[in-house]
C-alpha cells in the first residue's frame, strides 16, 4: 500500500472515531443526572424557577434537535456557548489551554531523551547490575498510579520537605513565573511514560543489535556510539513512535488528574468544573477538542511509522 492511499484510510478511520466519540460524549453527558438549570438555581431550586431557566437555555427542545443543532455547529468549527458563564467554549479553551500546552509540551520534550537514555543504558548492560536495576526500577515506578504518585510527592517534596510548591495556586495560570511549581507535575507526567518507553527501546535496540546487518557494522571495527545511534537506534524506532502517539493520548488523561491535585487552571480543571456545574457544552466542547487531538497525533504517528518501516504491517 502506497503513503497516500495508507494515509487517506487513516484520516477516513479517524473523520468515523471523532464522529463517534462526539456521539458517545452527547449521549452520556445528556445521561448525567440533574443539568445547569438545577445547577444555576442553586439555593432556589422552585420547579417553576428550574423550568424558566431550562427554558432560556433551551434544555427544554427535544434531545434529537439539540443533536443535530451541535453537530452542524461543530462542522462550522462552533463549540458552542457555556450555559453557566454564558461565554463561548472556544473561549474557555483558550483561556485555560496555556498551564495545559506547557505540562504536556515540557512533558514531551524532556520524555524522549529520558526515555532514550535510559533505554540505552539498560541495553548496552543486557543482563548486568545496571541492566537489572534499572528494569527493577521500571517496573515498580510503573505501577504506581499517577494520583498515589501525586499525592506522595506533594506530601514528601511539598508539605514535609518544603523543597517545592505543594500546588500552583497564586499563580494565576502563569506557571512559568514560578518555575518550581512544574517540577512535582513533571515527575508524575513523566513517571509511567518513561517507564514504557524505556522498556520498548531497550527491547528494540537489542533485537537490532543481534541483526546480521549491525554484526557486519561491528565486524567492520565502527565505535560503539555510532553503532547504536546510526544503525541499531533507527531500526527500533517505528515501534517508539506508535508508543509515542499513545503516551500523549495518555497525557490528555493524565494532565486532568496532574491538575486536579496540584490546582493547576489548565484545561483539566475546567472540564472538571464543567462536569460539577453540569454545564453540558463546555464538556461537550472540551471532549471532543480532546477526540480530535488523539486522532491527529496517531494519524502522525502511525504514517511516521509507516515511513520508518514500509514493509511492515501497520496496525489499522
Known amino acids: 500500500m502506497s503513503l497516500p492511499r495508507y494515509a487517506g484510510h487513516r484520516l477516513l478511520l479517524g473523520l468515523a472515531q471523532v464522529v463517534g ?84 509540551g515540557a512533558t514531551l520534550l524532556l520524555l524522549v531523551p529520558l526515555a532514550l537514555g535510559v533505554g540505552m543504558l539498560a541495553a548496552r548492560r543486557e543482563g548486568g547490575r545496571l541492566d537489572r536495576g534499572l528494569s527493577a526500577v521500571v517496573v515498580g515506578l510503573y505501577a504506581v498510579p499517577e494520583f498515589a504518585l501525586a499525592i506522595l510527592l506533594v506530601a514528601l517534596f511539598g508539605a514535609h520537605l518544603g523543597w517545592f510548591p505543594p500546588t500552583a495556586v497564586g499563580t494565576g495560570g502563569n506557571l512559568l513565573a514560578q518555575p518550581a511549581v512544574l517540577v512535582l507535575p513533571l515527575v508524575v ?8 518507553l524505556s522498556r520498548l527501546i531497550r527491547a528494540g535496540l537489542i533485537e537490532a543489535a543481534g541483526s546480521a546487518y549491525v554484526a557486519h557494522a561491528r565486524r567492520l571495527g565502527l565505535p560503539g556510539p555510532r553503532l547504536w545511534l546510526g544503525h541499531a537506534l533507527p531500526n527500533a524506532l517505528a515501534p517508539v513512535v506508535q508508543q509515542l502517539a499513545r503516551t500523549t493520548d495518555w497525557l490528555l488523561g493524565g494532565v486532568i488528574v496532574v491538575e486536579a491535585v496540584f490546582v493547576v487552571p489548565g484545561l483539566g480543571t475546567a472540564l472538571v468544573d464543567a462536569v460539577t456545574a453540569r454545564d453540558v457544552p463546555t464538556i461537550q466542547g472540551l471532549c471532543v477538542l480532546i477526540a480530535v487531538v488523539t486522532v ?21
Open 21 to 104: 466519540v462526539a456521539t458517545v460524549v452527547f449521549v452520556l453527558t445528556e445521561a448525567l443526572p440533574g443539568d445547569a438549570a438545577v445547577v444555576i438555581a442553586g439555593d432556589q431550586p422552585d420547579p417553576d424557577r428550574i423550568a424558566a431557566i431550562r427554558s432560556r437555555l433551551e434544555l427544554d427542545r427535544p434531545v434529537g434537535d439539540r443533536y443535530l443543532d451541535w453537530v452542524a455547529d461543530l462542522l462550522r468549527g462552533d463549540l458552542g456557548v457555556s450555559l453557566v458563564s454564558g461565554r463561548p467554549v472556544a473561549d474557555v479553551v483558550v483561556g485555560n489551554a496555556g498551564p495545559t500546552v506547557l505540562l504536556a
Open 296 to 316: 491527529v497525533v496517531n494519524l502522525a504517528a502511525d504514517l511516521v511509522a509507516f515511513r520508518l518501516a514500509p514493509r511492515t504491517q501497520v496496525a489499522r
Open 189 to 196: 507526567l513523566l513517571a509511567r511514560p518513561v517507564c514504557s
